[in-house]
């Protein structure tokens, strides 16, 4: 009996120098956990009298089971340059938190990347670049040459390789990706 005493006041002085004890290691890893984003708007804004073309997708329900509602506004003009804007929500919050923000802030950690299908005759520009001179793509230029119709895939990359040679070469954490189908008229 005399033992499990003395066990007993062994195990609960243990524990309680373990729970007054200064150390560092207690402190809980700050964690950069990645944004919820369930709205991406483009804004296709032409350099001439045409008319403005929004790009959205929309997934309210995050990974959920229901699909992205993904629309666009009208037909791209052949011949045309349009100054383009994307801008990234969280509208599971209320307000909307725009991630957009965030990813201009930590901009030498993310990356824009613009791809043309083989279909569709237009090409991309970066207009926005980080602090060392090396592309964001929040903001950027696209030009269109002939009629033809196809997809223009637009992906945010969480700490890419910058600088890199595109997409293939970037590597990263893909944030958000979506296709939108599109035709030059």
Known sequence: MKTIKTLSLAVVAAISFASCSDNDDDTPEIVNEEEVITTM????????????????????????????????????VTGTTYNGAI??????????????????????????????????DATTEYTSFDEDGNPL??????????????AITFTLRHEPTKPNDGIESAGGETDILVSFDVSVE
């Open 41 to 76: 708007t483009v804004t296709l804004t032409p350099t001439d009298d045409s008319e403005t073309i929004t790009l959205q997708s929309r997934d309210l329900d995050g990974d959920g089971s229901d699909a992205p509602v993904i629309t666009v506004s009208g037909n791209l």
């Open 137 to 150: 793509g929040t903001t950027f230029t696209l030009t269109t040459g002939a009629a033809s119709s196809g």
């Open 87 to 120: 801008v990234l929500l969280n509208e599971t919050e209320s307000p909307a938190e725009d991630i957009t923000e965030e990813v201009a802030e930590e901009s030498d950690e993310h990356q824009f990347f613009y791809t043309i299908s083989s279909g569709l």
